[in-house]
């Protein structure tokens, strides 16, 4: 992706803006009885922090000049 690419900073910010609003939509645990779907949700969740973490990161990678 890092050759020929044409990400700049608004194209990261629009994806997290994506994500983060996909993330509130997920049910919150107390509004699920199931224990599988309270883990499954949580789950879904901590992934979806853990990509924004690594979007972060790879935008600042990105900003610094390493990846060109």
């Known amino acids: 992706m890092a050759r020929g690419s ?7 910010a629009t994806i997290v803006d994506k994500l983060m609003q996909y ?3 997920i049910p919150k645990t107390g509004q699920l ?3 599988k779907a309270q883990w499954t ?8 922090d853990y990509l924004i973490y690594n ?3 790879f935008a600042e990678t990105f900003d610094k000049g390493l990846i060109r």
Do not use: S
């Open 55 to 57: 979007i972060d990161l």
């Open 33 to 35: 009885g199931d224990k």
């Open 6 to 12: 044409n990400m700049d900073p608004q194209h990261h």
């Open 41 to 48: 949700c949580e789950d879904l969740r901590n992934h979806i």
């Open 23 to 25: 993330r509130g939509k």
